[in-house]
């Protein structure tokens, strides 16, 4: 019995350690930066989690040739997934945060050196000096006449020259901080979009400077590959149940993207009468237990029907899945095909509500 304990506590200690990766050595910050020369404006990002949960709020105005254009998106980084905001169409699209995956991928490296590798292999900067920036010890990255300054993997001052010149720096720093966890979340009432947005870096070749932890014998260096196939073509997220057991949920369009976070954003439009699902559309849901889920149908005949769902846990872990079931969620829907067996109707009973997604 003891053994089974042991193996159990290990096992979802693998699993806990797969969910929560470090890309930064502190756990939490918010920093403060201010635009100059050709745009104005503030950008304030927040780390929790050791850089599990990132939030850009971007507010900037580019003047050009005697015209404004005023850009204001927020981008919330959790874990694997992006989420882009867009709020001059009120949009949220969500894609992958490619970038974490190198830092998953290379777990016996500093996330130190995974950022710096990052920005050498990914744009091709290199590190010229050490400068003293806000009372921070800061690494000088330059690439032409572009120049970063780094501290412990945050970019902390950029001078980029392309169109025009743009000037990024910090002008507050806060470490170890607590971080309001509403700023990870997406606002209500914006509409969610499918989309593939790629956050950092795919496909990369790393390559990291021999130490004493390599385990392959070179005298220049080790070099990491990760495939770009793994993270491009294709669009189904992983999704762990709440015993860490990892879970591809398969579907068409919007259904793969759909995870609790966009749910939440949308209960606005949730509803008590009855809706019709049409093939590859998503039906988004509140059982009568205050769980939310989402629901396809797989398949739809004459004579019968399948459907695939997800129902999640308030972490985002899933509490219960099916890809093809004709009597799932019986407690909280009643569900029935139309009398052309094109569609199924659905409709809540009780405390249940529910919103046909994007349709």
């Not at 929560?20 to 910050?29: G, I, T």
């Not at 105005?61 to 169409?89: C, H, R, V, W």
């Not at 509803?271 to 797989?298: R, S, W, Y």
């Amino acid at each position: 019995m003891k053994i089974l304990f042991l193996i159990f506590v290990l096992t979802t200690s693998l699993f806990a350690r797969e969910k929560r990766v470090k890309l930064f050595p502190f756990k939490s910050a918010v920093i403060t930066y201010q635009y100059k020369a050709s745009f104005s404006g503030t950008h304030i990002k927040y780390i929790a989690d050791y850089g599990y949960k990132q939030a850009d709020y971007i507010r900037k105005t580019e003047n050009f040739g005697g015209s404004a254009s005023t850009e204001e998106e927020t981008i919330i980084l959790i874990g694997p997934k992006a989420y882009t905001i867009n709020y001059q169409d009120s949009t949220v699209a969500v894609g992958r945060n490619a970038t974490y995956d190198y830092y998953r991928q290379n777990p016996d490296r500093t996330c130190l050196e995974i950022s710096e590798a990052l920005l050498r292999d990914g744009q091709g900067w290199k590190a010229s000096a050490t400068e003293n920036y806000l009372n921070k010890k800061c690494t000088v990255w330059k690439q032409g006449k572009n120049i970063k300054l780094t501290w412990k993997g945050l970019e902390l001052k950029s001078i980029l020259n392309f169109m025009t010149m743009m000037v990024e720096k910090a002008v507050q720093i806060d470490i170890d901080v607590d971080v309001p966890p509403y700023k990870f979340e997406i606002p209500q009432d914006l509409r969610y979009i499918s989309g593939d947005v790629y956050q950092g870096y795919s496909g990369l070749k790393l390559n990291f400077k021999r130490t004493d932890r390599d385990t392959v014998a070179d005298n220049k260096h080790i070099k990491f590959s990760f495939s770009s196939q793994s993270l491009g073509g294709c669009n189904n997220f992983a999704y762990l149940t709440a015993s860490g057991e990892k879970i591809i949920t398969k579907g068409v369009n919007d259904y793969n993207k759909i995870d609790r976070l966009i749910i939440e954003s949308q209960k606005s439009v949730f509803a008590d009468k009855a809706v019709e699902l049409p093939p590859a559309a998503t039906l988004i849901f509140k059982t009568n237990d205050n769980h939310l889920g989402k629901m396809q149908i797989k398949r739809i005949e004459k004579k019968s029907f399948q459907i695939r769902h997800v129902v999640f846990n308030a972490d985002g872990t899933i509490n219960t899945y099916s890809d093809g079931n004709a009597h799932a969620l019986t407690n909280d829907f009643s569900i029935s095909a139309d009398d052309a067996h094109s569609k199924l109707i659905i409709t809540p009973k009780n405390r249940a509500r529910c919103s046909v997604l994007g349709w």
